[in-house]
């Protein structure tokens, strides 16, 4: 049996008692949960959960280890990690660490052994809320105070996104990655395509994205509030009628912005790999991997020249989006799937066509 020696604090008093695992660093963020069973590797490194401490609701974490081959960036910068039970003798073929040595390693903290089905029923019921990951012997009413008077980051995309940009080489057709932060999986499922890869800033002009002569635009996932960039949704608003755009999640919110759209902020959010979403066009349903906090406000859509496309089967709130006179469309959700499931793949194969057709009319 483990000793207790560690304790989530809440910000509004509550405390869950376990023990550590990985670094003794104490970070404050955002508590969120996230409903997948499998994927904890991809959900530590995914920079669209930057400045969170993710709760897993799945009740076994680290059972197959970590491998070099499923980060989806090299510096994860999730605050923290909250599981029920963490499995510290992996076995798989893959495995070449543990998840405790790597978060040590990486610098970021996490705790095991409490009651992770009562914390997201209780961020279900009053939605999320800022924590913190201490020692067993840290005053609770002095955390509580310091919890209030911390202010969490609101640069989050400035945070994630790449400084300069570089090229994944291919032969197929020019498209630009503009990074918000960006999963691995995006640039994976384009390089399969062939697609010649440009990766920028999400700071980067319309001009200097124009430069690099793009068949198409590819607007990534990234964290936090999408309003936090103007600069990127007056960019995205110039681009709108010039190449074919994707927008994924955070990408999604962009174009929405960019089009006279409005965006809210969702109670608990969408985050896991078991997410039912409706394509009002076919009427089919598909299951997505889905980690967002914000949302596209569907009422707000009747102004734009954007229609709603996808719906959540859970709560109806929006999950995609097209244009009605130029090739840009958007998903809420990861069709990149990374973790699964790949249902929606085959938006990429779409985003594919827009281009070609495109270049041909444009002949």
């Known amino acids: 049996m483990y000793k207790y020696n560690k304790q989530l604090i809440l910000e509004d008093g509550t405390v869950y008692k376990g023990y550590g695992f990985g670094s003794d660093i104490e970070m404050a963020g955002e508590v969120v949960f996230n409903t997948a069973m499998t994927g904890y590797q991809e959900t530590l490194s995914d920079p669209s959960y930057n400045g969170q401490i993710v709760t897993f609701t799945y009740p076994l974490i680290g059972n197959y280890g970590i491998n070099k081959d499923d980060y989806e960036t090299i510096t994860p910068s999730i605050k923290g990690m909250i599981v029920r039970e963490l499995c510290d003798k992996p076995s798989n073929f893959r495995t070449e660490f543990t998840l405790d040595e790597i978060l040590k390693d990486i610098n970021i903290p996490g705790i095991a052994g409490i009651d992770t089905r009562a914390l997201t029923r209780k961020i279900r019921q009053y939605g999320t809320v800022k924590g913190i990951i201490v020692d067993i012997s840290r005053d609770v009413e002095e955390v509580v105070r310091e919890l209030k008077n911390t202010e969490l980051a ?210």
Do not use: W
């Not at 503009?178 to 002009?205: F, Q, W, Y």
């Not at 707000?300 to 097209?322: F, P, Y």
């Open 154 to 363: 609101t640069n989050q995309i400035e945070q994630v996104s790449t400084k300069k940009a570089f090229n994944s080489s291919g032969r197929g057709y020019r498209v630009v990655l503009l990074d918000c932060g960006a999963k691995a999986g995006i640039v994976r499922e384009l390089n399969e395509r062939n697609c010649d890869i440009v990766v920028m800033p999400h700071n980067s002009t319309a001009k200097e994205i124009l430069r690099q002569k793009p068949d198409g635009i590819m607007l990534s996932n990234g964290p936090g509030d999408p309003e936090d960039v103007p600069e990127t949704i007056a960019t995205i608003k110039d681009l709108i009628s010039e190449v074919p755009i994707f927008g994924i999640c955070m990408g999604h919110q962009l174009i929405s912005l960019a089009s006279g759209a409005k965006t809210y902020k969702l109670k608990f959010g969408h985050r896991g790999a078991n997410q039912p979403v409706k394509n009002l066009i076919t009427g089919k349903v598909d299951i997505t991997s889905q980690n967002h906090g914000y949302a596209v406000d569907i009422e707000s859509l009747k102004d734009t020249d954007l229609e709603l496309t996808h719906i959540a089967v859970n709560d109806g709130t929006c999950e995609g989006v097209r244009h009605k006179k130029y090739p840009v469309f958007s998903v809420q959700y990861h069709p990149e799937a990374s973790p699964g499931p790949h249902d929606p793949n085959y938006l990429f194969d779409e985003f594919i066509n827009n281009m070609r057709e495109f270049k041909e009319n444009r002949k």
